[in-house]
Nanobody
């Protein structure tokens, strides 16, 4: 069983910054990709940013230029640096391990991010 532990969420004012971290119990190089998903109240979960095994990244259009996903393979940890936060970024953020075809993905328990206006 793979464990994903998120940290770094909290309450911040609009325009502020937060950095989320996710430490994984297995080497992150064993996954096809790692990602951050989020779910706001009453909305569907969406993928915010993703980093593939080769290091390629992509992100949601609404966070481009503000959020950056990165990783430290030696520490089995991924990060999400969030700048210029907006109230609409308020959500529970989940760390997501995207496994290869034929196996189930893994998610962490989530960390709350609240941006006040």
């Amino acid at each position: 069983q793979v464990q994903l532990a998120e940290s770094g969420g909290g309450l911040v004012q609009a325009g502020g910054s937060l950095r989320l971290a996710c430490t994984v119990s297995r080497t992150i190089s064993s996954f096809r990709a790692m990602a951050w998903d989020r779910q706001a109240p009453g909305k569907q979960r969406e993928q915010v940013a993703r980093i593939t095994i080769s290091g390629n990244t992509n992100s949601l259009d609404t966070v481009k230029g503000r959020f950056t996903i990165s990783r430290d393979v030696a520490k089995n940890t991924i990060y999400l640096s969030m700048n210029s936060l907006k109230p609409e970024d308020t959500a529970v953020y989940y760390c997501h391990a995207d496994t290869w075809a034929g196996t189930s993905d893994y998610w962490g328990q989530g960390t709350q991010v609240t941006v006040s206006s």
